[in-house]
């Protein structure tokens, strides 16, 4: 039994335009969710709340991630925390974070991110048609 390693040129086709479908739906979802993101650190800036923002986010997070795939929520969480370290929390436009309870939160963010998405959205997971 050997592998046929001849592809006919319409599934090349139709793997390239799913690749790129994929891919265009995790950039429209990775913006979304980092747009979002700048719009809540604006929000929360001067809020006594804002060190719970990121907790908060992941529900944002996985929403996205629901529309937009598995990969959403793990590239989500990552640039959404990197926008609150920079933009939400002192000093500002760093990514250093002096205060313990927003590292925590952070941390937690990045956390459920990546972990909900795969518990809640497990049909989610791959780009395949089974």
């Not at 925590?104 to 518990?119: E, T």
Request: with cysteine; proline share 4%.
């Amino acid at each position: 039994m050997g592998f046929n390693l001849d592809m006919s040129a319409q599934d090349e086709r139709r793997i390239w335009l799913e690749t790129l479908k994929w891919t265009a739906r995790t950039v429209w979802g990775l913006l979304l969710c980092s747009a979002l993101a700048i719009g809540s650190a604006y929000l929360f800036l001067n809020h006594p709340v804002r060190n719970f923002v990121p907790v908060l986010f992941v529900i944002v997070i996985v929403a996205v991630a629901a529309r937009y795939g598995v990969m959403v929520g793990i590239l989500g969480s990552i640039v959404s925390a990197i926008i609150f370290a920079r933009m939400l929390f002192s000093p500002l436009h760093s990514i250093q974070v002096d205060d313990a309870t927003a590292r925590a939160s952070l941390a937690w963010m990045i956390l459920g991110g990546i972990a909900i998405p795969y518990l809640v959205l497990p049909g989610l997971r791959s780009r395949s048609k089974k």
